[in-house]
């Protein structure tokens, strides 16, 4: 997939043009009303834009897991709440194609913008059928892609419509490329990965890429206890899963080939329970009692991680070291959270970090605004970093 391929929407010519934007409507609605707005407050800047620059303006989005059309799933109370953080008239078409979607946009001014419903209430979209596709694609003369987080999914909306359209990225889907870009793609070095969060079995295809990439990987979270516990270290009974030992030797030996610093704990926080407020105690890295578990990391770890993110450039972060939701084991993540946005702040680091933990973390850290980019894209964000192709970043960029 050749990157530099993909052409913004901005350098388009769209007055007088019907574009279908593919945008990520799918936000928490609970009692029918939008309870976090973010993706929609994010996507409106681009929307108004092109409407604006004197194009009709065609919203495409899923929303929810729906197995056939029903009201809980129906994008209408997403659009109202759209339209009023808008400040602006948005229409709404009760079908994504057909003759109520055609109806709709041809009464719609060039200017003005309109959502359609659900696209997953046809079963063609995730299915990529050609017949949905059509239909979608007959709809506009222009799409735009502006829902990375999507973008890891083949579907009619993401991907099939692409094929049929002058296709270009939006003004989110740009933003998201080029921060993956200049942290995995072409960083500036050293770059430092740090990986956590409960297991190594649901990150090996991360680690193996990033190990490939990185001039130094940070293991956290309970997956550092199976690499701890691989090279025969007590883990007591914390996570840790026997079954990817050889993994974790695999990985530490791809490293020491290619010369990444491999960065594990030297002093752990450990536990009885895995409560609030449960009594802790810091032990060196081999002496975990048999009856308790690792939930952090020590502060002889934290300096040493601050030591080695000082000499780093680059920063991607996926997964957080400790069990941060409970107190106090989230003191590692936080600590590490706050330097990596005092030093992205003060333009001494590019860092970029994503998944729904680790954003979580850096929002009770009170520091995700001074990282240079973070995602909200989570199946979509790792499976960039585990290095395979989106198919709906991969259609724009043909
Ligand atoms: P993941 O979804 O794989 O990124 O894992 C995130 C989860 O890992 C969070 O809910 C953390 O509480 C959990 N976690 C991090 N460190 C540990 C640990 N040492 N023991 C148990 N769970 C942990």
């Not at 409407?51 to 809980?72: C, D, M, Q, W, Y």
């Not at 359609?116 to 949905?132: A, C, K, Q, S, Y």
């Amino acid at each position: 997939m050749n990157l530099d391929k993909l052409k913004p929407i901005s350098s388009a010519d769209v007055k007088g043009k019907r574009v279908i934007v593919r945008a990520d409507l799918n936000v928490p609605v609970k009692d029918g009303k939008v309870s976090d707005a973010t993706r929609l407050t994010r996507v409106i800047p681009g929307l108004k834009d092109l409407a604006a620059r004197g194009a009709k303006v065609i919203v495409l989005s899923h929303f929810g897991r729906p197995k056939e059309r029903n009201t809980k799933d129906s994008l209408k109370p997403v659009a109202e709440t759209l339209a009023s953080l808008a400040g602006m008239p948005i229409a709404f078409a009760d079908d994504c194609v057909g003759d109520v979607a055609v109806n709709a946009i041809a009464a719609l001014p060039f200017g003005g913008i309109i959502v359609l419903e659900n696209t997953r209430f046809h079963t063609g979209e995730e299915v990529n059928r050609p017949r949905l596709v059509e239909a979608m694609a007959a709809l506009g003369d222009i799409y735009v892609n502006d829902a990375f987080s999507a973008a890891h999914r083949a579907h009619a909306s993401t991907e099939g419509i692409a094929h049929l359209l002058p296709s270009y990225a939006g003004p989110l889907m740009m933003e998201e490329i080029n921060a993956l870009k200049s942290s995995v793609e072409a960083p500036q070095r050293p770059t430092a990965a740090v990986v956590g969060g409960a297991k190594v079995s649901t990150k090996i295809p991360v680690l193996t890429n990033l190990v490939a990439k990185v001039d130094k990987l940070i293991i956290g979270g309970g997956m550092a206890n199976t690499f701890l516990q691989a090279q025969g270290v007590k883990v007591g009974k914390s996570l840790a899963e026997p079954d990817f030992h050889k993994t974790a030797l695999e990985i530490m030996a791809k490293a020491k080939e290619r010369g990444c610093e491999i960065v594990l704990p030297v002093d752990i926080v450990v536990a009885r329970e895995f409560k609030a407020g449960a009594a802790s105690s810091v032990h060196a890295v081999g002496d975990c009692p048999d009856d308790a578990m690792i939930l952090d990391f020590g502060p002889k770890t934290v300096a040493h991680i601050a030591a080695v993110i000082e000499t780093c450039r680059t920063v991607l972060w996926n997964g957080p070291l400790g069990a941060f939701e409970i107190a106090p084991f989230g003191e590692a993540t936080f600590a590490l959270a706050r330097q990596v946005a005092a030093l992205s702040k003060a333009g001494k680091l590019v860092s970029v970090a994503g998944g729904g933990d680790t954003v979580a973390a850096l929002n009770v850290a009170g520091v995700a605004d001074d990282f240079t980019y973070v995602s909200s894209a989570g199946g979509a964000f790792l499976e960039w970093l585990e290095g395979r192709e989106l198919p709906g970043v991969a259609a724009l960029a043909r």
